[in-house]
């Protein structure tokens, strides 16, 4: 069976391994959910550099890209940065489905404990 892609935004601040160490947790999550997660903030650092402002610019269409592509738009954590408001902006626009970990979780019936 094939996974819908989920795209996994987040409020990504702060210290980068504790962004990454998030990153893959959500990942796991929705692939335990069914999904296949897409997860930018998880690997464009590994060979983009954000101080670099081509880079940056790559970095950000990167992602576009990746949510476009995607069925699902996860939004995880519980605060809303500006970036999380851009994807969810452009997930409405191009009519792709926004929803939290939490529920997609309960569409899935796993529920969180």
């Known amino acids: 069976m094939k996974r819908p892609l989920a795209y996994i935004t987040a409020a990504w601040c702060g210290d980068d391994d504790d962004n990454m160490e998030r990153a893959a947790r959500y990942c796991r999550i929705v692939y335990e959910a069914g999904f296949s997660p897409v997860c930018p903030a998880l690997y464009l650092p590994l060979?983009?550099?954000d101080a670099v402002p081509e880079e940056h610019k790559n970095g950000i269409d990167i992602a576009r890209d990746l949510l476009r592509r995607s069925r699902?738009?996860?939004?995880c954590g519980h605060s809303i940065t500006e970036a999380m408001k851009n994807d969810i902006a452009v997930a409405q626009r191009l009519g792709i489905t926004a929803t939290t970990l939490d529920g997609i979780l309960a569409v899935k019936g796993q529920g969180r404990h």
């Open 47 to 49: 060979f983009l550099n």
């Open 72 to 75: 699902v738009l996860v939004v």
